[in-house]
């Protein structure tokens, strides 16, 4: 091909970019939804709403939250995996989602890790370990006398299959020697009604979600999942404090968009979600919700490429539980 027919075929390709080049740059240029993958209510839906309202007020467009809850996150992941990748739809992703479900429901998962891209993780929080008043336990080790005492009598949920709230559990049973029966929701909303009428027993969840109702003793505490006690619920003790250290789950919640998005977008938009985390206001209220920061960059901050080292670490730790465990869905 000579010169100057090169020069001519490329022409209309060199005269897009500045126009794509200055599409990217007036980025947002109209309202941005973020798809929570959960019902209202749980920590994920909360964690979306303090995120959204932070860059609403930075960037100037509207950030608004839309759940579309099913097969334990998969349904709202896959509907932001096959989105425009535009910047315009967003994902609020949960370790479920985001790394569990590839190993717990394999070929069935109608995405895959390279369909999303990471843009930046807002925060981790500890999963709490609680029970409904009426069962006469105090504690994570007369909750396992209870068990052992009363086989296959006890029920434990969680706001859906394959959620680290899910994985948590298995990990108890496996740890204690003991059977409960899994009792899946569509979110932490649902559970956690369940839980207080009485019939469901036993109950895992993220500590923001439930971090409320357990202050106002709608429910007992009897562990939280991290190695140290949170500054949120500091009169509850942690699994290894109660004699279950292999019992340990930290749950997070970051931002994806679909693979193809502009660099230049993902760039930006992980450098707002790292200022957001980084606003001594806004961290006061995911801490006083039980939040710890995410500590992904040398600086306690995050960014698009440390939040994908860390998830594709998450992906191949939590397949190893999976395989240990035996879980599955139906």
């Known amino acids: 091909m000579n010169l100057s027919r090169r020069a001519a075929l490329s022409a209309p390709l060199l005269a897009s970019l500045p126009g794509l080049a200055r599409a990217q740059a007036a980025w947002p240029a109209r309202p941005v939804r973020m798809v929570v993958p959960f019902t209202p209510a749980g920590t994920t839906d909360v964690a979306a709403r303090i995120l959204c309202e932070r860059l609403q007020a930075r960037l100037g467009q509207p950030f608004t939250v839309e759940n579309r809850a099913g097969a334990g996150g998969n349904v709202g992941s896959d509907l932001v995996a096959k989105a425009e990748p535009d910047g315009y739809t967003l994902l609020m992703q ?43 336990v105090r504690s994570l080790q007369e909750l396992v006398a209870y068990a052992k005492a009363n086989p296959n009598k ?15 559990g298995e990990l108890l049973k496996m740890e204690a020697g003991i059977n409960m029966a899994h009792v899946p ?18 109950a895992v969840d993220n500590l923001p979600s439930a971090i409320g109702h357990l202050r106002d003793g709608r429910f007992r505490a009897l562990a939280v999942t991290t190695k140290i006690r949170t500054p949120a619920l500091p009169d509850c003790p942690t699994t290894a404090e109660a004699g279950f250290p292999g019992v340990e789950a930290t749950a997070w919640f970051g931002v994806q968009a679909p693979a193809r998005t502009p660099r230049p977008i993902i760039e930006r938009l992980g450098a707002e979600i790292d200022a957001v985390v980084k606003e001594p206001a806004t961290w006061a209220r995911l801490a006083d919700l039980g939040g710890m920061k995410p500590e992904l960059t040398p600086d306690g901050g995050t960014s698009p490429a440390a939040f994908t080292a860390f998830v594709r670490a998450e992906t191949r730790k939590w397949g190893e539980v999976v395989r240990k465990s035996g879980a599955t869905v139906e």
């Open 94 to 136: 949960t370790i479920s989602s985001g790394a569990i479900n590839y190993s717990l429901y394999g070929e069935r998962i109608p995405y895959k890790p390279e369909d999303l891209a990471e843009v930046g993780l807002l925060i981790r929080v500890p999963n709490v370990i609680f029970v409904t008043n009426s069962l006469p």
């Open 185 to 202: 929701f569509r979110g932490a909303g649902p559970m956690m009604a369940e839980v207080m009428a009485g019939r469901i027993e036993v």
């Open 154 to 168: 006890l029920n434990i949920g969680s706001s859906g299959a394959g959620t680290s709230l899910h994985m948590t």
